[in-house]
Nanobody, 125 residues
Framework: VQLQAFGGGLVQAGGSLRLSCVAS????????MGWYRQVPGKEREFVAS????????LYSDSVKGRFTISRDNAKNTVYLQMNNLEPEDTAIYYC???????????????????WGQGTQVTVSS
C-alpha cells in the first residue's frame, strides 16, 4: 500500500489550500483515512479522519469549522480542504490509512497501518 500526498505550499493567513492523498489499494472504500500534521520538534497531531461509513468524519478542535475532509472512492483519493488558514497550521501534513472493519472515523494514531510521505504547508502571517 502506498499513499501519496500532495497539494501543500505557501499561503498567506486567511487563505486556502486543498491537500490530496492518493492510495494505491484495490478496496479504497473499506479504508478509514486520516490526516495528521507535525511541526519539527513536536509530536504528530491528529487533524481529521473520514470513515467508510456514511457521514463518519472527525476533526480536531483546532481545525473544526475551517477544514473539511472528504473522499472520492472512484479516484482512491482523500482530500483535506483547508480554509481560513492560520500561521499555527504550518506543518508537514501526512495522510494515513486504516483497514478498519468498523468503518468509523477515529484519531487513534497507532491503528493507522500506512502513512504517506507528507506535504509541507506553510502559512505566513
Amino acid at each position: 500500500v502506498q499513499l501519496q500526498a500532495f497539494g501543500g505550499g505557501l499561503v498567506q493567513a486567511g487563505g486556502s489550500l486543498r491537500l490530496s492523498c492518493v492510495a494505491s489499494v484495490r478496496t479504497f472504500d473499506t479504508w478509514v483515512m486520516g490526516w495528521y500534521r507535525q511541526v519539527p520538534g513536536k509530536e504528530r497531531e491528529f487533524v481529521a479522519s473520514i470513515g467508510w461509513r456514511r457521514d463518519s468524519t472527525l476533526y480536531s478542535d483546532s481545525v473544526k469549522g475551517r477544514f473539511t475532509i472528504s473522499r472520492d472512492n472512484a479516484k482512491n483519493t482523500v482530500y483535506l480542504q483547508m480554509n481560513n488558514l492560520e500561521p499555527e497550521d504550518t506543518a508537514i501534513y501526512y495522510c494515513a490509512a486504516d483497514l478498519s472493519i468498523f468503518g468509523v472515523a477515529h484519531m487513534t494514531e497507532k491503528d493507522y497501518d500506512y502513512w504517506g510521505q507528507g506535504t509541507q504547508v506553510t502559512v505566513s502571517s
